[in-house]
């Protein structure tokens, strides 16, 4: 991995809330967290005609959040772009690439599209996303990298997003613990709140998340950030590389989370709101998550003191987070309205335009030159390793492929359950991605 590519500036996302709800309109809007995605093509397949509605043009942008995590861009926007007009449309996550895909393959569809590095990696290729050269080149190579194909930009990154280790200051003070700088001096500080009858690490095993990103972090710090695997993504994509026979002695090591009891099997009962709830009352010293849970945690326990710790690998560090640029922000190239979408791209990109977008994203950091923001408390101690760049998402590499990160945690859940051993969990990956990049 290319230290371009994981370079973060040290700013204070989003990150996928997977929030629930529908915005076709503004009173469904208002209700956006009632599960419904009405998405059908009739009302929602075509791209703005350019209606105006006193003299403004009217266009569409769709977003697997809900309004309320661009709530002051959008307010923003509507000041800055005044003859322009925004429609929010809120997809839900789990239905966001099927309806969009259909609709861009009809030549319809939103105007501004909210891209994941997948979906702008396949609808660059097929020629669906407008080139934004331009633009991007005000951004850093960290966040265009994975919104490019074929020497060209096709979207622009959004605030970045990140998770580590949340943990409870006042417990490791009490108990004099030391924060950790290798993965087995984190092994040891659970083992000591074992012996104090603390819960270590509140996990919501019930969902394929948890496991995922703790493992792949270890295999950053490990692997992926070392001369001998910084190839590794680019190869796996084009299929000269698999997990199985690579992967196997790193996670062979990081399985010690289960041989120690920091992971167990009842956990897979648990859900991430249980754990949250678990880590905010002082039940458990730690949680993984990033910034979008603060807010809920601080909430549940406004006397909680609460800092953030990297991921650790074998090795002594600045520490690893899982993360990396937010939602690509694309133009249609089928949209009748481009010259009014790009105004909002532009505006989008100033210090000022990133500000808002930032605002209801905070934790994040932008990549556009120049924007910096003041890096909340509660991540003091990854400032370092935000400083050093160790931020990096080892699925949005895989290219075509990306999607198939929740089938490696689904594995990973089968391996905690002992259904399967570490070389058939990561055979079953390498299928389902063989299968991705072959369709």
């Known amino acids: 991995m290319k230290k371009k590519i994981v370079s973060v500036l040290l700013c204070a996302m989003m990150v996928v809330g997977m929030v629930s709800g529908c915005g076709k309109d503004s009173s469904e809007t208002e209700s956006k967290n009632t599960n419904k995605s009405e998405t059908s093509e009739d009302s929602q397949g075509e791209t703005s005609e350019g209606d105006t509605s006193e003299g403004k043009t009217k266009i569409r942008m769709t977003y697997w959040n809900s309004e309320d995590t661009v709530k002051t861009l ?73 919104y490019s194909y074929d020497g060209n930009i096709y979207a622009l990154p959004g605030i970045s997003w990140f998770e580590g280790i949340y943990y409870n200051k006042q417990l490791f003070e009490d108990n004099q613990i030391a924060l950790p700088t290798t993965f087995d001096e984190y092994i040891a500080v659970c083992k000591k709140f074992q012996e104090l009858d603390i819960k270590p690490l509140a996990a919501g095993l019930k969902s394929w998340e948890p496991m995922l990103k703790n493992s792949m972090a270890f295999v950053t710090a490990d692997y992926l950030s070392t001369d001998e695997g910084k190839s590794f993504g680019e190869d796996y994509r084009n299929g000269e590389a698999t997990l199985d026979g690579t992967w196997n002695q790193y996670l062979e090591k990081w399985s010690e989370m289960i041989t120690e009891g920091i992971y167990t099997t009842d956990m897979t009962g648990t859900d991430h709101d249980q754990a949250l709830e678990e880590f905010a009352t002082g039940k458990a010293a730690m949680f993984c998550s990033g910034p979008w849970d603060l807010e809920t945690i601080t909430s549940k326990n406004p006397d909680l003191k609460i800092d953030m710790m990297p991921f650790n690998g074998t090795k002594a560090s600045d520490g690893w987070l899982i993360g990396g640029p937010g939602c690509g922000i694309a133009i249609n190239e089928a949209s009748k309205n481009k010259e009014a979408a790009k105004k909002v791209l532009e505006a989008i990109s100033t210090v000022e335009g990133q500000k808002a977008f930032w605002q209801d994203n905070q934790g994040g950091s932008s990549y556009l030159d120049g924007a910096e923001f003041d890096l909340p408390e509660a991540y003091t101690s990854v400032a370092k390793t935000l400083a050093a760049g160790n931020v990096y998402c080892p699925w949005n590499e895989w290219g075509g492929a990306a999607g198939a990160h929740e089938q490696y945690g689904i594995e990973m859940q089968s391996y905690l359950l002992g259904e399967q051993d570490i070389s058939q969990t990561l055979k079953n990956v390498d299928t389902e991605v063989k299968e991705l990049l072959e369709k």
């Open 74 to 146: 959008l307010d923003y926007l509507k000041e800055e772009v005044p003859d322009v007009e925004i429609e929010f449309q809120f997809i839900d996550n789990s239905n966001y690439d099927t309806v969009v895909d259909t609709q861009l393959s009809a030549e319809e569809g939103p105007d501004i599209i909210c891209e994941s590095p997948a979906s702008a990696l396949k609808h660059a290729r097929l020629g669906y996303l407008a080139e934004l050269n331009d633009l991007g080149a005000k951004y850093s190579d960290a966040g265009t990298s994975v």
